[in-house]
């Protein structure tokens, strides 16, 4: 038994020392593992000291900085369809995302189709609506006295909106939300056969709850110029602009990177704030004059999504090195929006900034996010609202983090609503 058990610390002891000298040798292992889930701004920073493009043990490179990720993220010699030139999908991407998955011509064909519902016209009409949910979960939240800032508040936001923006009905709104979530968890990859067989499930289910909905737009298609309602006026493209078979990944893009992404923007910027009392206070005080800088602050300190990736489509000379047709090149997007060379004091998280360049929490170039006006009007609404109506909001346990390295944000954030603002942070 004593030997047994010798023996079995001796192979973990080994296990140890070969998984950390991995590690110390490949800038994505550092970000894959626990470690770099939990805090990757510290790996960043590790990565950073090995240059501008670090070579990865798959033989793909990764960027931290924020000259070299908008270059590639604009440049046309990479693009996003690996497949057909590796004959492997991009790292960490595994399921059918419509256009963010395409390059051009389909690209465009597509991304033209969903655009105008992010119009500055459709971003008014949709205002009085992200309002009037925003004071119902504020108005839901104050009566319990505690309650949990995901599920509570940041969550049921971006649901109502996406669901109102697809024109799906009441009666499929909560399989729909149910679904969307667990499809949304594949962003990051499938971790398990289980999660697999999970994420099958939901992506039929959620397929079924679209099928249906192409049936009854068919038949009755809502008012195409009114604020809601896509899936009708994608509808009326069929055929013409899009296939028949391009019209359920497009909805569940649009569902996915709905609700997945601004759901942590409103988690990770209360978080912030929470963090940086004197912050808060600013907030609190002048609620309507600074929402929008704290939305951006956080887009730039801790965005949503980490990172993305491109595939060289022919050998490309970038920052002293060959990339080679099929090589990917990890774009670090939380890490350029920390680098030294264009931000003063990168880590400081400060809403009164006047930063020296766009942050690329929503990318570059032509896959910038079509969806990036509405996320922010959405952010915008929620941190005044919370500023103006719980000046006293606290902490009330352990915010826990969702376990995933592209897609950041809380999952489990306990607070107190108190109006009362506590005496000494005022
Ligand atoms: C804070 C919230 C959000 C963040 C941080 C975010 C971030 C991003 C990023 C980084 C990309 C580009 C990925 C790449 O270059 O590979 C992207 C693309 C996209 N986003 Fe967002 N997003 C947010 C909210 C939204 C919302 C609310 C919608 C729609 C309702 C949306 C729809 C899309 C779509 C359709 C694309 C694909 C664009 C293309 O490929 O041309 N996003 N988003």
Known sequence: MRALRFAAALYARRLDFMFHGYVRRDPMALLQLRPGRHDPYLMYERIRAGGDLVPTRLGNFVTPSHRVCNTVLRDRRFGVRA??????????????????????????????????????????????RIEQRVGELLDAAAAKGSFDLVSEFAAPLPITVITDLLGVPDADADRFARHGATIGSALDGIRS??????????????????????????????DTESATDLVSRIL????????SHELLPMCRLLLVAGFETTVN??????????????????????????????????????????????????????????????????????????????????????????????????SSGIHYCVGAPLARLEAVIALRMLAERMPGLARAGTVRRRNAGIIRGPIHFPVTASRRVPAQTV
């Open 193 to 222: 056969l289980r999660h697999g067989a999970r994420l099958k499930a939901a992506s039929d289910e959620l397929d079924d709850v679209f099928a249906r909905l192409f049936v009854l737009r068919r038949r009755e298609p809502a």
């Open 265 to 362: 923007l409103i988690g990770n910027a209360v978080n912030a704030l929470l963090d940086h009392p004197e912050q808060w206070a600013a907030l609190r005080a002048d609620p309507a004059g600074l929402a929008e800088a704290a939305v951006e602050e956080t887009l730039r300190w801790d965005p949503p999504v980490q990172r993305t990736a491109r595939c060289a489509v022919e050998e490309v000379e970038l920052a002293g090195r060959t990339v080679r047709r099929g090589q990917f090149v990890v774009t670090l997007l939380a890490a350029a929006n920390r680098d030294p060379e264009v931000y003063s004091h990168p880590d400081r998280f400060d809403i009164h900034r006047t930063p020296e360049a766009d942050h690329l929490a929503f």
């Open 83 to 128: 497949a057909e030139l590796t004959g492997r999908a991009t790292p960490d991407q595994q399921v059918d995302m419509s256009f963010l998955d395409r390059d051009p011509p389909d690209h465009t064909r597509l991304r033209r189709l969903a655009q105008p519902a992010f119009s500055p016209r459709r971003m008014a009409d949709y205002a009085g």
């Open 236 to 243: 009326t493209a069929e055929g013409d602009q899009i296939r």
